[in-house]
């Protein structure tokens, strides 16, 4: 299995000895910068102009000239940017096959685990479903499967969870570009690459219209009501996401054995029993002063008392108007998890 950046160097030094150039330097090649420019990236053109009296451009031309008659292995292309920088851009349409090619006649690499048995649940994804996955969300699902297919060839019970975070702001803001904004797909828009645009068009409109954030926080309190005709409203918009996201995943071989929605937190009651089973223990505090006056808070340090708690020495659960944040749902949904 060729290294492609000592491939490069190697392919490099030979050029520059193709030259006949005496002694070359030694060829420096590291992952480039810039990602538009190439994979790979070489200075040693700016090493030779000293010796050389020539522009480090023109030495680059030169260079590249070369490896482009002899490429190194798996060569899309090869260029000067940056006054003289070399770059080498991999071609994945051959290089990738070799990779499996390679893994697969390795055979096994995992083994069984004799002491394998406990469940494993293994969450990830968890894409806000207010738009269209990109390709960040498929690299947090192409982590989370592999350590899910790690750890069931290892022998454990795995259990794969997407949590569906389906009562959060972001979903407010899109409810907020159809109903309240007018903003409606284009012809042969997808519904889930219509939410991207419209939740980018709300936030704009923010900016120059800051009155419309109440009617982000007032969308927002009637969804975690989970009753009337804007919580099933948003309850039908994330649906329709969830199943573009499922979909999208599935190309990719990636699938999941729960979802987990945070509607069905709220609606079940695992919220309100978090939050009354911390305040029975003693854990969150109510704030009567300041910026967190009438939030409900933890402390992130146990000796304090709700008089002493100020701005950045607590994670707020409820706001003062009384909406929960992410960090109140996430703890009803670990303690869930644990039973």
Request: some cysteine; charged content about 25%; proline content about 4%.
């Amino acid at each position: 299995m060729p290294d492609l950046q000592e491939e490069f160097g190697s392919a490099l030094t030979r050029a520059v000895g193709s030259l006949g150039w005496g002694e070359a330097p030694e060829v420096v090649v590291e992952p480039s910068a810039v990602a538009e420019v190439g994979d790979f990236s070489s200075p040693v053109a700016f090493r030779l102009a000293k010796s050389l009296h020539r522009a480090p451009r023109e030495i680059a031309q030169d260079l590249v000239k070369r490896l482009q008659e002899s490429p190194p292995p798996h060569c899309l292309e090869v260029n000067v940017s940056g006054g003289a920088y070399i770059n080498l851009r991999v071609d994945f349409s051959t290089y990738a096959p070799e990779v499996i090619a390679d893994a697969l006649r390795r055979g096994p690499v995992v083994t069984v685990d004799p002491d394998a048995g406990a469940k494993v649940v293994v969450e990830h994804t968890a894409t806000n479903p207010n738009k269209a996955a990109h390709v960040g969300h498929l690299r947090n699902a192409c982590i989370g499967d592999t350590m899910a297919r790690i750890l069931r060839a290892r022998g454990h019970r795995v259990e794969v969870q997407n949590y569906i975070d389906d009562t959060g702001v972001q979903v407010a803001d899109v409810l907020v570009g159809i109903r309240n904004l007018g903003l409606n797909a284009q012809a042969g828009e997808s519904f889930d690459r219509f939410c991207s645009r419209a939740y980018v068009e709300v936030c704009r409109r923010y900016e120059t219209e800051p009155e419309l954030l109440e009617l982000r926080r007032s969308t927002l309190r009637e969804i975690e009501g989970r009753r009337g005709e804007v919580a099933a409203a948003a309850k039908d918009l994330t649906s329709k996401i969830v199943s573009a996201h499922l979909k999208t995943m599935a190309r990719a071989g990636i699938s999941y054995d729960l979802l987990t929605w945070e509607s069905d937190i709220i609606e079940l009651g695992f919220l309100q029993h978090a939050l009354d089973l911390m305040l029975e223990q003693g854990v969150i505090q109510k704030v009567d002063h300041g910026r967190l006056q009438g939030c409900w808070v933890l402390p992130l340090d146990e000796s304090q008392d709700t008089s002493a708690t100020e701005d950045g020495d607590a994670k707020v659960l409820l706001k003062s108007d009384g909406l929960a944040t992410y960090t109140a749902k996430d703890i009803a949904y670990h303690l869930w998890k644990f039973g």
